[in-house]
């Protein structure tokens, strides 16, 4: 039982990492109807700009949150140069943006700061939380963090003007148009979050995975897997879906035998293609209608 619990914990550790990617897969979704394959990269490229600041001497939590901003910033621009010039092309147009963006952003990053495994430190800690074995005290920084967030961002959507108008232009792209929302600046504004939510996942996980160019591909694989479990049109869902994922993959490769860290990825792609042909539009997903 004890085992049980442990795997449990660390699964909804992982998942609060899954969740945030997750989320920013769907925040950029709604905003384009495209999957942004490139989330992985942008959240690593964050990485190194706060592992940079952090050897400069700039402390951990300065550093975190000029990354925040950094990254935010980034997305925009990434959105303006990129993406909205690419609104009206074709879908296999946008996914080739998506594909030269992920090798653009992992070739500057290895150009950069070279392809060696670096270290990345914890504001947490990884001793026992409160003296228990079961779960430590960057795992649940990780969980604390990632809860923090999603209740901030419930607050930002649901009670702050900028949170609704960016819902209504996702939701209702004409209609707010017709009420004077500049839906253009909030699918910016989505990119930009998407990214700086990206990086807090990035920044958590590096403690784990440690610090290097590809460190986010099998993150980027099981934030898609939660995102499409959880739903696509749904960030709660995506958020749920995240922490379902870290723990069916924890338990999976703890009582399925032969299951080790070299099948855990495939197992993910499988839930991902499982849940398209039983349920396409997630747990908590809904279909959109669209008048042709």
Known sequence: MELFINQVLA?????????CMALAI???????????????????????IAW????????YWWAFLLTLAISFVAGIVIERLLFKPLAKAPILTNVAGF??????????????WDFTIKQFPSPFGSSPFLGSQLISTHQAGMIGVTIALLIALFFFFRFTRIGLAMRAAATLPESARLVGINT?????????????????????????VFLEPNMMLGIL?????????GGLTSPLGAVIGGFLV??????????????????????ALALIVIVLVVKPTGLMGHTVVKRV
């Open 52 to 59: 940079q600041l952090m050897q400069w001497g700039v402390p």
């Open 184 to 208: 253009s600046w909030m699918i910016a504004l989505g990119w930009g979050m998407a990214s700086a939510i990206g990086a807090i996942a990035g920044i958590l996980i590096a403690p784990v």
């Open 99 to 112: 594909i030269a963006l992920y090798a653009i952003i992992n070739s500057v990053a290895g150009l950069i």
């Open 26 to 48: 769907v925040m950029i979704f709604q905003a384009i109807d495209h999957l942004n394959f490139a989330q992985g990269e942008m959240a690593m490229f964050s990485t190194f």
């Open 221 to 229: 694989l099981y934030g898609f897997a939660a995102a499409v479990l």
């Open 11 to 19: 699964g909804i550790a992982t998942g609060a990492i899954y969740a």
């Open 246 to 267: 870290g723990v069916f993959e924890n338990l999976v490769g703890t009582y399925i035998p032969g299951v080790g860290n070299e099948l855990k990825l495939p197992i």
